[in-house]
């Protein structure tokens, strides 16, 4: 088994998680979207880790899981934030910082 | 070079020469209102005081041997860059000690009489701070041992000078004379900030001891170089030819201003620059010759402006402009001419002064009028004045024994062992000099009343008649007292050299001579102006008159010359402003904000737009990494 | 596929390709649902076929950590907050920014062909060392990781918490609502009431009669139509309200005046 198969599924998860922040206008589903980005690369991180057989990658994996859990905070609070004044979770609502 | 000899006994209060009048400078002027009331008396103290430390000073020099009257004194370092050093440090030698006593004791007489002149002027102890700060830079300027504290000095008596000129502010005329002098000043000072620039290159050092240790070493046309440049700077200070035009104009300052700085003095500086700087001329035969064609051409300029003028202080300042040329022409005939270069700004100080004074006393009689059209007869009316003026009027045309013989005398002389060409120039100027004179003489003193009417005139108080006394016995004695016993030439001689070349014809001849010359002048003045009419109004007169009176075109020469191009040039240039670099500079700001404008059609505020972009980047990147690696 | 690892582990080949189907799978769902509340379950999805990986390349711990931290607790995190902003908002699919979609699937497409291809290209060769070795060093997988996170990445980690502290305050901040005004009290609410138009009593309760669950039936009006104000107002805004049974209306006529067919 090719660990490259995992890095390749990792990119191909990475895709389709950048077609969701960009197609999709719900800010939560945008955000899940992320989040798949974010998994997709732990999973490359994960992978690397097995080919040179050293922890560092996973370690870094957790990390950035941290970080992930962290800014999921951030941004649900944010999103919170933005449906309490506008009635909407649409990220095309909020669209006044433009020309 | 003499040995330097430390400053000690009195001689270590070289100093406090230049810090007398400056400390009365800065006390006057920045105390203030205050110093209303005895500030003027303040003024005329401190230089007195310098006046007598520098007899001091001359009495204990006499003592020395003739090689050991040259001192230094160091101050402190002033600056000191790199390979680059200029010490506060100050020389006194024969020279110096020569002008020490001129700036101080003619400046002594004409503070005093300035009390006098300057009674009922509310800015008077501006004015004594103003005269003040003028000797203290004028001392500067000839103690300094080195060229770029001589050129503090040079520009301290330019700003005095300019403060001066323009003492009467609110008089337009006085306001633009002020700017004409100080403008044209600077032309001249350009000259010798190169001059100076080229001898730190060249020498790699700008004290006077250096320079002129090694002047010798250098190519002659560096040297020429230095000494043209030089010339300039003495032209602009000495109101030589060809930027002679500020001088007339600034008789706009009060008239003991116009006998300090405009006749005894600060013109002379341009004198004392090149006498001081003699190694180089004399390596430099070129810019000598310059030196003495510019000297010619000015003595002969100022004469006949002088010959035309009805304003009685243009026209001695065409003398005075005529007499500078006699000093500066003296100055590049070389070490035969140094030495009366200097004998003659010495009795030139003294009894020009001496006439400017006494114009200024006429003019206070006569209700501040300085149209001579408007005087006559005020021999009787103003006795002291009319005789002090005849005086100082006989010195300068040169009558024995009075000080203009001998020291005009040595000049045509020096000339005549240069060249025959120079000496009847000199000569011939000398009768100028005696027809013009006399025709101020007789039309302000002989002659019928041409008054106006409310006109009463009167002798000056004490206060400014002693001076004029003082002056005129100066006049009379100065020149005689300087060649019988003080023997100028055996005194500056270690300073400045002194050679005689010997004449083709025996020295009475050349005396003879000359004094025939002034007496046609002094007789054809006299017929002209004192047995004939003169109208009150000034006839049309021939083309030279004409343009005698408009100072032979110096002003409109300068017009053509100078300022129609600057103005064309500026013109253009707003021009070019306006259109090419504004129009570039707009240009550009309209296209980016043009561009901009459609660029910013892009910013529409939905963050999936922007992700999109990002995407656009990120596939650009890995498009990038993929074909680096291919390949 | 070139596999240039000797020794082929059928099995993890089965486990990778069954959980890369369903991972893709997931993601796909995630993308294409209407509805935020469906996203949120096939994500998990992904996310639980994920751990499944990453334990089987030899990461039990990530593998438990993103059971726990993604699948529960953020996945929690994200449910929480649907039904906050209100699980009703099912987007409509149609796109308004023009030429965004094209764009996006087109830029997406061309990202992921260049990334596999790449990858395939530059990992073809690629060896397969393992972490047998490296997690028996310290006598497992967790105590490796946590021997690195305590020794190597201690500053990073120390860091991480001052991140996730600050996310928390964060966090508290956004969401905290000011009060300006002291609460309305019970009177001043019911002030407001009866001063306003709306209804002042009690809302109509839902159907009782219904054979259908209660809540969500509509109650009936005298004159047969049915009342909106009755039924809760998540279910009417999710659409969710099920259409009147006429039967059962005939029916309960037919009861209530006494006739029978």
């Known amino acids: 088994m090719n660990p490259s198969n995992y890095v390749m599924l990792s990119a191909v998860l990475f895709s389709i998680g950048a077609l969701g922040v960009l197609v999709r206008r719900n800010a939560i589903i945008v955000f899940m979207s992320v989040e798949l980005m974010l998994n997709a690369a732990n999973l490359a991180f994960v992978a690397f880790s097995r080919m040179n057989g050293n922890l560092d990658g996973q370690v870094v994996a957790f990390f950035v899981m941290v970080v992930a859990a962290a800014e999921v905070v951030v941004g649900l609070a944010i999103i919170v934030t933005i449906f309490r004044t506008r009635r909407s979770a649409s990220i095309d609502e909020p669209n006044l910082l433009k020309y | 070079m003499t040995m330097l000899m430390p400053a000690e006994g009195v001689f270590s209060l070289i100093w406090v020469l230049i810090a007398l009048p400056l400390a009365g400078a800065a006390i006057l002027l920045f105390a203030g209102r205050r110093t209303n009331s005895w500030g003027p008396y303040l003024g005329v103290l401190t230089v007195l005081g310098s006046a007598v430390i520098g007899v001091l000073m001359l009495l204990e020099m006499m003592q020395q041997p003739a090689d050991g009257r040259t001192y230094g004194q160091e101050l402190f370092t002033w600056i000191q860059v790199g390979g680059f050093s200029a010490d506060m440090a100050f020389q006194l030698d024969q020279l110096s000690i020569v002008f020490v006593l001129l700036i101080t004791i003619v400046g002594s007489l004409i503070h005093v009489y300035s009390l006098g002149y300057m009674a009922h002027d509310k800015d008077r102890r501006k004015f004594f701070g103003y005269l003040n700060l003028f000797v203290a830079a004028m001392l500067l300027l000839v103690l300094a041992n080195n060229y770029l504290l001589l050129y503090v000095g040079w520009e301290g008596v330019g700003l005095a000078s300019y403060l001066l000129i323009g003492f009467w502010q609110h008089k337009p005329s006085a306001a633009a004379a002020a700017k004409k002098a100080f403008i044209i000043n600077r032309v001249g000072d350009v000259g010798l900030s190169l001059a100076i620039m080229l001898m730190f290159v060249t020498f790699g050092s700008v004290s006077f001891q250096d320079v002129f240790g090694v002047a010798d070493q250098a190519s002659e046309g560096t040297l020429t170089a230095i000494g043209l440049l030089l010339l300039l700077a003495a032209c602009g200070k000495s109101a030589q030819f060809p930027l002679q035009a500020w001088l007339l104009d600034a008789m706009e300052g009060p008239t003991p201003v116009s006998a300090l700085i405009h006749a005894a003095t600060m013109v002379t500086a341009g004198v004392y620059l090149i006498v001081r700087s003699n190694v180089i001329f004399t390596a430099a035969e070129w810019a000598a010759i310059a030196v003495i064609v510019v000297g010619l051409i000015t003595m002969w300029m100022g004469a006949i402006i002088g010959s035309a003028k009805d304003d009685i202080k243009k026209s001695l300042a065409g003398s005075t402009m005529s007499q500078i040329g006699y000093m500066i022409t003296a100055a590049g005939l070389g070490p035969i001419g140094y030495v009366f270069a200097i004998f003659h700004l010495l009795t030139h100080g003294v009894f020009k002064a001496g006439l400017f004074l006494g114009a200024g006393s006429v003019m206070h009689g006569m209700n501040d009028n300085v149209n001579m059209r408007r005087y006559g007869a005020l021999r009787s009316a103003m006795v002291i004045t009319a005789g002090t003026f005849i005086v100082c009027y006989l010195a300068i045309i040169g009558i024995p024994p009075f000080d203009g013989f001998f020291s005009k005398d040595d000049i045509i002389h020096a000339s005549f062992e240069r060249s025959p060409i120079i000496g009847v120039l000199a000569m011939l100027a000398a009768g100028l000099t005696g027809f013009y004179m006399t025709r101020m003489v007789a039309m302000t003193f002989f002659g019928k009343a041409r008054w106006e009417d409310d006109v009463h005139p009167h002798e000056s108080p004490k206060v400014m008649t002693i001076p004029l006394i003082i002056l005129a016995i100066g006049a009379a004695f100065l020149g005689m007292a300087l060649v019988y016993w003080g023997d100028i030439e055996s005194w500056l001689e270690p300073v400045v050299g002194f050679e005689e070349n010997p004449l083709p014809l025996a020295s009475w001849v050349y005396e003879a001579t000359t004094l025939a010359l002034v007496l046609i002048g002094v007789a054809i003045g006299w017929i002209m102006y004192a047995r004939r009419e003169v109208p009150v109004e000034a006839p049309r007169g021939t083309v030279l008159t004409r343009a005698a009176r408009e100072e032979l075109y110096g002003n409109q020469v300068n017009d053509v010359l100078v300022v129609q191009p600057t103005h064309y040039a500026s013109r253009s240039l707003v021009w070019f402003d306006n259109k090419a670099v504004d129009g570039f500079v707009n240009g550009s700001a309209a296209f980016v904000g043009g561009l901009s404008g459609r660029m910013r059609r892009y910013q529409t505020g939905f963050v999936r737009s922007y992700a999109l972009s990002m995407v656009g980047g990120v596939l650009l990147v890995v498009l990038a990494l993929v074909l680096v690696r291919m390949s | ?261």
């Open chain 3, 1 to 261: 596929m070139t596999d240039t690892v000797t020794d082929v582990n059928t099995g993890e080949a089965v486990v990778f390709w069954v959980c890369a189907i369903l991972a893709v799978a997931g993601a796909a769902g995630m993308v294409l649902s209407r509805k935020a509340v469906h996203s949120a379950l096939w994500i998990a999805l992904t996310m639980i076929n994920l751990a499944v990986l990453y334990v089987a390349n030899s990461a039990p711990f990530l593998g438990m950590v993103q059971v726990i931290v993604y699948t529960g607790a953020v996945m929690m995190l994200f449910l929480f907050v649907l039904m906050i902003v209100g699980v009703d908002s099912s987007d409509s699919l149609i796109e308004t920014i023009k030429g965004q979609r094209l764009a996006a699937i087109l830029l997406v497409l061309g990202i992921g062909t260049m990334l596999v291809w790449g990858i395939g290209n530059a990992l073809a060769e690629t060896s397969d060392i393992g972490l047998e070795e490296a997690n028996a060093a310290y006598g497992g997988n967790v105590q490796g990781i946590a021997n690195l996170i305590f020794t190597k990445y201690l500053i990073a980690f120390e860091v991480t918490s001052a991140l996730l502290i600050t996310a928390a305050m964060g966090a508290m901040v956004l969401a905290h609502r000011e009060h300006w005004s002291p609460p309305p009290s019970q009177r001043e609410l019911s002030e407001q009431r009866f001063s306003g138009d709306g209804v002042k009593g009690n809302l109509p309760n839902p159907g009782v009669f219904a054979r259908h669950n209660a809540v969500g039936t509509p109650a009936l009006l005298p004159d047969g139509s049915t009342s909106e104000a009755s039924i809760p107002e998540p279910l009417r805004a999710r659409g969710d309200v099920p259409p009147i049974d006429h039967t059962d209306v005939d029916e309960v006529q037919q009861i209530t005046e006494g006739r029978t067919e």
